[in-house]
C-alpha cells in the first residue's frame, strides 16, 4: 500500500480513516509522523512520505504526531490475512516474544534464521525486530503514563524496557516530549477511572463499521462457566499470561471497544491487549471484506443488512482446540458443561471481585495428565481428546499465532478424531485464518440452500471460489441467518 504514492496521497488528503495502520505519513518539513486521518491541514505532496510502519518512521527521524497519535491506530490488516513471514513474525512480536525471548526466540519460534528475519522484515517494514519491538514498548509506555499513577521507574519495565534511561530516552525521542510532559497533558483522572491497583481502562480502536451482533453474541453463548461470562454489557473473561493472570472486560461501543484490564504483572499488558484484539478480530478491513462479498448477488443481502462483521475468535489457541474437539457432535450447552467440569477440576483458581469468574482454562500438561475415564464423553472423542492434549503438552503439536496454517491443518488432520470441519473450525477462530470454510456444517448448508446457493459441500466449495480470501467472513454471515443466540448481542 505505501509504495503506491498517489492512493496515499489521496487517502491523506482525504483524511480517509479506512487507512489508518495501512501506512503512515512522515512529513519532511515538520520531522513528525501521522496516520492518514489526521485531522490537521494536509501537507503538500511533495513534502510527505510514505513508510510502511510506525517503528519505520521512528527509524527515519520522526516523532509521532501529537493531535492524531499514530501510534494507537488499528493494526495493519495485513498481518491477520497473511501466512508468510512476515506476517507470523509480527504477530509475535504484537504478543511480545521480542520483550521475552529477543530475536533469537523470535527466531527460532518461526523456524528460521535470526538473519533471515530480520533481513525479511527489513526489506518489506522498513525496520528490524528490534526497532519494531521498541516502537510497541513505546506504545504501551505512553498508554500507562497517561492512564496510571504508577511511578515512571514502575512503568519503564512494565512496557518492557530494560532501564530507564532507555524509556526516557525512548520517550522523548518518539513522542518529543518527557515522560513527566506526557503524563502531565493527559486528561485529569476522573471518577470513570478505576481505582483497583493493576487495572486499566482502556479505548480499543477498529476500523468502521463493527457488527457487535454475532462477534460478543458467539463469545457469550459459548462461553465456559467460571472462565467467561456476560455481564453489565460486557464481555468478561480470565486470561493465562506469559507473566502471570489478567480478567479483562469488553464492552462495545459505536467508535471503540471499551477494555477494563485487570493484570497480576503489568508486563503482560501489551500482550493482553494483542490477545483481546485478535480474539475480537479488531484490525480487519471490512470495508476490503464486504465488498468482496456483495459481488455474490446472493450474499450480497446478507452484507448490506448487517456490515462489519467479525470472525470471533480466541486469546488462547491450544485452549480453542480442546474446545472444539468437546463440542464435537453435541450442542452448545452439552459442550459448556463438559469444559466447566475441566475447568472446575484441573483449573487454576483467581479471585473475581467483580462477577462470576473462577479460574483460567486448564493446561495442555495438567489435562494430559488426567484420568481418561473421568471424561464422560464416547470412547472415540476421549481419544481424540487424550491425543490432543498429549501433543500439544510435548510440543508435537504447536498451535500459536506463528503458526503455518497450512501445515497446522495437515497435523491435525493426522490425530484420530479430526476432519475437515474441526480442523477448519481451528483454523478459522484460532489460528485466525480469513479463508477457512465450513462447507459441511449444517447450519451453512441450510443457510445456503435457503438463499438458493448450492448446499453440497463441493458445489457451495466451488461458488465460495468468488468469495476468497475471505470465506471465513462469509461464514459469519450464513450462520447470522439463523435465530441461533450466538447471532444476537447478549441483553
Not at 219 to 248: C, Q
Not at 311 to 339: I, K, N, W, Y
Amino acid at each position: 500500500m505505501y509504495t503506491d504514492r498517489e492512493r496515499c496521497v489521496r487517502a491523506v488528503q482525504s483524511k480517509d480513516a479506512r487507512f489508518d495502520g495501512w501506512f503512515f505519513t512522515a512529513v519532511l518539513t515538520t520531522g513528525i509522523y501521522c496516520r492518514p486521518s489526521c485531522p490537521v491541514v494536509a501537507p503538500k505532496p511533495e513534502n510527505m512520505t510514505f513508510q510502511p510502519s510506525a517503528a519505520a518512521c521512528q527509524q527515519a527521524g520522526f516523532r509521532a504526531c501529537k493531535r492524531c497519535r499514530p501510534d494507537t491506530s488499528p493494526g495493519s490488516p495485513e498481518w491477520n490475512q497473511r501466512a508468510d513471514l512476515v506476517a507470523r513474525a509480527m504477530r509475535l512480536i504484537a504478543d511480545g516474544v521480542v520483550d521475552r525471548d529477543g530475536v533469537p526466540g523470535l527466531a527460532t519460534r518461526l523456524g528460521y534464521s535470526t538473519r533471515q528475519v530480520e533481513r525479511q522484515l527489513l526489506a518489506e517494514l522498513g525496520a528490524g525486530p528490534l526497532a519494531l519491538a521498541r516502537a510497541q514498548r513505546a506504545q504501551t509506555a505512553r498508554l500507562l503514563i497517561e492512564t496510571t499513577e504508577l511511578p515512571m521507574a514502575d512503568v519503564a519495565f512494565a512496557a518492557g524496557f530494560a532501564s530507564i534511561r532507555t524509556f526516557n530516552d525512548t520517550v522523548r525521542e518518539v513522542f518529543a516530549l518527557a515522560p513527566s510532559e506526557l503524563r502531565a497533558r493527559a486528561p485529569k483522572k476522573n471518577a470513570d477511572r478505576p481505582a483497583t491497583p493493576g487495572t486499566l481502562q482502556l479505548r480499543l480502536p477498529f476500523r468502521a463499521p463493527l457488527n457487535p451482533d454475532n462477534l460478543f453474541g458467539h463469545l457469550a453463548a459459548t462461553g465456559v462457566p467460571g472462565v467467561e461470562e456476560w455481564r453489565d454489557g460486557a464481555f468478561r473473561r480470565t486470561l493465562r499470561l506469559p507473566y502471570g493472570h489478567g480478567i479483562v472486560a469488553l464492552t462495545p461501543n459505536p467508535d471503540h471497544i471499551g477494555c477494563r484490564l485487570t493484570l497480576s504483572d503489568l508486563r503482560d499488558l501489551t500482550v493482553a491487549i494483542s490477545r483481546c484484539r485478535r480474539m475480537l478480530d479488531l484490525d480487519a478491513d471490512p470495508v476490503a471484506i464486504d465488498d468482496q462479498l456483495r459481488t455474490d448477488p446472493l450474499l450480497a443481502p446478507l452484507v448490506d443488512k448487517a456490515p462489519g462483521r467479525r470472525v470471533p475468535r480466541t486469546v488462547d489457541e491450544a485452549e480453542f482446540a480442546v474446545r472444539a474437539v468437546l463440542g464435537q457432535q453435541v450442542s452448545t450447552a452439552a459442550a459448556r458443561t463438559h469444559a466447566a467440569r475441566l475447568v472446575t477440576a484441573h483449573g487454576d483458581p483467581v479471585e473475581d471481585p467483580e462477577g462470576g469468574l473462577t479460574h483460567l482454562f486448564p493446561t495442555p500438561g495438567r489435562l494430559a495428565a488426567l484420568d481418561p475415564e473421568s471424561l464422560a464423553m464416547p470412547r472415540t472423542r476421549r481419544t481424540t481428546f487424550t491425543t490432543l492434549v498429549a501433543q500439544l503438552a510435548d510440543g508435537t503439536l504447536h498451535l500459536g499465532v506463528e503458526s503455518d496454517w497450512a501445515e497446522a491443518r495437515a497435523r491435525l488432520l493426522a490425530l484420530p478424531g479430526f476432519g475437515p470441519w474441526t480442523v477448519d473450525v481451528i483454523a478459522m477462530r484460532a489460528l485466525g485464518d480469513p479463508d477457512a470454510f465450513l462447507p459441511t456444517d449444517l447450519g451453512i448448508r441450510r443457510a445456503a440452500q435457503e438463499l438458493g446457493l448450492p448446499s453440497t459441500p463441493a458445489a457451495l466449495t466451488a461458488r465460495a471460489a468468488a468469495w476468497r480470501p475471505w470465506r471465513a467472513y462469509a461464514v459469519q454471515y450464513l450462520w447470522a441467518t439463523d435465530s441461533h443466540p450466538i447471532n444476537f448481542l447478549p441483553v
